[in-house]
């Protein structure tokens, strides 16, 4: 199951409290207590795993170390050590308590959640020339503890969108390594499935039903996905009776739930030709070609059009 919206707690460590000594070598006076470590620090980093986010399944706080408090002859505290959570590339980390959503957009890339605790001063750094025997001491500083909402929205070259059961599950196990759940009934992907080829990354996205943008089914999930794609490869099944009002029920919803999605570059597929007679599809292309001038019929029992998919993802990857 695929884990695209959660919200978590998270804490940075604590700083350590300083120290109240004094010097114990022979013929030494004066305060010796060192500082208190500051806490670790929380920090995201991106990495390639969609499925990252389900480890806050059931963990749904987190905290980084506290740092260690101070001791004599000047020995400060270690501080605590930074917690690196991985979270997949297209994460929007939603601090729930001041508002800012900052974006994890590369693999690799670190963000800095929430600080750790200034470590507390120990009584070396009161003395003075009035005080020469402090015992004055810091508590050390709590570390930021914050309400965090991580939602997650594919970063993807070629995003695959239709209603349920059109073949956009099929044709991406037949071009890539992919092997997303095929079979012939609607609502069979459940989750966004990706896959690579020539280096371009394509996302499955779910069926989308007609009130999907209103969140009816589960509609907004999958929308969300589609944001971030350059590219739409749009699936309109050759079995459908009116295939020009399959394609502007999807654009209709597209359009609801944001407007850029209209304006991203599409590719219209008439997909499950080898189900019907060649007049047929060539009747459902004309209507089409009144909607889009690109449109492609596809089998992924055709070799030629499948080679055709293929040119084409090799276009836009050169492209790219």
């Known amino acids: 199951m695929l884990i695209d919206d959660i919200k978590i707690e998270v804490s940075a460590g604590n700083g350590g409290k300083g120290c109240v000594a004094f010097n114990k070598n022979l013929m030494s006076l004066g305060p010796a207590g060192g500082n208190g470590g500051k806490g670790g620090d929380v920090i995201f980093q991106g990495v390639s795993d969609l499925n990252a986010l389900g480890q806050f399944r059931y963990k749904k706080q987190i905290f980084a170390e506290n740092g260690r408090d101070g001791k004599g002859q000047f020995c400060d505290g270690p501080d605590g050590k930074d917690l690196v959570v991985k979270v ?191 007049e047929d599809v060539k009747k459902k292309i004309k209507r089409l070609e009144k909607i889009s001038k690109k449109i492609l019929p596809i089998s992924i029992h055709d070799w030629d059009s499948l080679q055709k998919v293929k040119d084409l993802l090799n276009k836009i990857e050169k492209e790219k």
Do not use: M, W
């Not at 957009?105 to 600080?115: E, R």
């Not at 037949?174 to 759940?181: D, F, G, H, Y």
């Not at 304006?263 to 597929?269: I, L, Q, T, W």
């Open 88 to 278: 997949p590339i297209g994460t929007v980390i939603h601090n729930l308590d001041t508002g800012i959503s900052p974006e994890i957009t590369k693999v690799g890339q670190q963000l800095t959640v929430a600080k750790g605790g200034r470590g507390g001063r120990g009584n070396f750094l009161f003395r003075s020339s009035r005080n020469t025997t402090p015992k004055q001491f810091e508590e050390g500083k709590e570390g930021q503890h914050l309400n965090i909402r991580l939602e997650l929205k594919l970063i993807a070259d070629v995003g695959f969108v239709g209603l349920p059961n059109v073949g956009k599950s099929s044709l991406l196990n037949e071009i890539t390594n992919a092997s997303a759940k095929v079979a012939n009934y609607q609502f069979t992907t459940l989750e966004p499935n990706l896959g690579v080829h020539c280096g371009l990354i394509l996302a499955d996205i779910p069926g989308l039903i007609e009130g999907a943008s209103a969140g009816k089914g589960l509609g907004i999930k999958f929308l969300k996905h589609i944001e971030r794609t350059k590219i739409l490869f749009h699936f309109i099944s050759a079995e459908s009776e009116n295939p020009a009002k399959d394609y502007k029920l999807i654009r209709k919803e597209l359009g609801k739930y944001n407007k850029n999605l209209l304006s991203k570059s599409e590719y219209v597929f008439l997909s499950k030709t080898d189900n019907v007679l060649p």
